[in-house]
């Protein structure tokens, strides 16, 4: 059984003088997520090691470690940064037909980019759930058929090499990339600004039938007039009878021209969804951005095999809307993953450690953080969740957490965590950094309610 020895019961040992252990036991908890909060210094880190270094030998864990402090015996650790390169292709799809698929696969990519500070606009959204989509139909890639979804990974390296020597058999064997979707967005634009490609000849071909379509109309409307008034006015008629067939002429050539110049099929369909050439601008600067980044490289983390993986972030925490969208994109992916292995009769199978919750917290229901504590207990997917103050913590977390460990809490935090946890604020004055601290177990058959331990 697996257990942690969080301290001695705190007026047990002050009133009688006796040691009183109080253990975090896996099989008694009512669910494996744990919330720890201190200030700096309180000791985080040290409960965090405790925790994972007491989990089960046949549980995985995956520890974001944005201040490269996290060391744990065992762990295999991989550096994320520029120069590393490493990285995870947001492409890659999960081909089970029941979990994966391209909608979910571009769901999280826009998902992702709008955990940041700046979200898509609208219209943005729908350009760029358009080109991730196309991207994959050229791969031929069918968002419609699961058969056509089960490709290889492959790095940065291998790509360059088979593009280099036309090996074009090979590149439709792998996942599209970034890139690949950058370099349709450019085409596209390519398109709009020089009438390059054969949208042009649909623009001019819908010009012409306009023009055919208001001479009928207007037609129409002197005959209209005409009939009421019981006038006669052969001259206006005939001009307009010859205004209209030259227009249909116009119409009935550009058409012609238009629908000879079609290769896909999707030529009007792709002249509606990327019509605007600012919005489709702005798509092109965040994606050369997010790719600038080199989170979302194709090359695959050096993990192996390894149970305990730790996710060095350090340089990527410098921008927080980079390593928000980092961890949240990889969080929905390991959602996905346990949820395809199906559930586990409240077994823990994963573990997943996040550190500085308040750059990941809120009150969004769809926040991974969030979806984990409703949803994965049944698939065996915790989260242990630490951060300076339990304020920073959202209401679901808070209320579906097996476990809550307070270490000291900053003055300016004590209303709010009172407010939140429904404690006292006198409880929380308390709290000595290393030496006392507060838990809250929901354990089975007991009620649930906050314990002041004794460390050491």
């Known amino acids: 059984m697996s257990q942690v020895l969080i301290g001695n019961d705190f007026w047990k040992q002050r009133k009688d003088n006796v040691l009183l252990p109080i253990y975090w036991r896996e099989t008694e908890v009512s669910n494996h997520h744990v919330g720890v909060a201190g200030t700096s210094g309180a000791g985080k880190t040290h409960w965090i090691r405790q925790f994972v270094t007491n989990m089960p030998d046949d549980v995985e864990i995956d520890i974001f470690d944005c201040h490269g402090d996290i060391e744990i015996p065992g762990a295999q650790s991989v550096l994320f940064s520029e120069a590393t390169r490493y990285g995870f292709n947001p492409l890659v799809l999960n081909s089970d037909p029941h979990y994966g698929g391209v909608r979910r696969a ?3 990519v826009i998902e992702a980019i709008n955990s940041t500070s700046r979200r898509l606009g609208e219209n943005q959204e729908g350009v760029l759930r358009h080109l991730l989509t196309d991207t994959y139909i050229a791969r031929e890639i069918n968002p419609e058929n699961p058969r056509t979804w089960a490709r290889r990974e492959a790095t940065q390296a291998e790509i360059r090499q088979m593009i280099e020597a036309q090996d074009w058999e090979s590149f439709f064997r792998v996942y599209p990339t970034l890139p690949d979707v950058i370099r349709l967005a450019k085409r596209k634009l390519k398109a709009l600004w020089m009438g390059i490609d054969d949208e042009d000849k649909g623009s001019h071909a819908l010009s012409a039938f306009d023009d055919f379509c208001r001479s009928m109309n207007a037609i129409t409307q002197l005959r209209t007039k005409l ?3 019981k006038a006669k006015d052969d001259g206006d008629l005939d001009a ?7 227009a249909k ?3 009935l050539e550009t058409h012609a021209t238009f629908l000879n110049s079609m290769e896909t099929g999707r030529e009007f369909e792709d002249a509606m969804k990327y019509s605007s050439k600012d919005v489709l601008l702005s798509v092109i600067t965040r994606l050369d951005n997010l790719n600038a980044t080199g989170a979302f490289n194709p090359n695959p983390p050096p993990f192996g095999n390894a149970r305990i993986r730790r996710y060095i972030l350090k340089p990527m925490a410098q921008s927080e809307d980079e390593l928000k969208m980092f961890v949240r994109f990889r969080m929905r992916a390991i959602i996905r993953e346990m949820m395809q292995r199906g559930e586990s009769g409240g077994k823990l199978r994963r573990l997943i450690v996040l550190d500085e919750s308040k750059k990941f ?4 229901g769809s926040n991974p953080i969030n979806v984990i504590v409703n949803e994965m207990r049944k698939f065996g997917l915790a989260i242990l969740l630490a951060g300076q103050s339990p304020a920073h913590f959202s209401s679901d977390f808070i209320k579906n ?3 809550l460990l307070l270490l000291n809490l900053a003055t300016a935090d004590w209303n709010e965590a009172a407010r939140k946890l429904k ?3 006198d409880d929380l004055k ?3 950094p290393l030496e006392t601290g507060a838990v809250r177990m929901l354990e089975k058959g007991k009620a649930a309610a906050f314990r002041r331990v004794q460390f050491g």
Do not use: H, W
């Open 106 to 108: 571009v769901n999280d």
């Open 227 to 229: 009939a009421k008034s």
């Open 240 to 246: 307009l009878q010859k205004r209209m067939e030259a």
């Open 249 to 251: 002429m116009k119409a």
């Open 361 to 364: 917290n809120d009150e969004d």
């Open 401 to 403: 957490a097996g476990t």
């Open 423 to 425: 404690i006292e604020v």
């Open 430 to 432: 308390y709290l000595k």
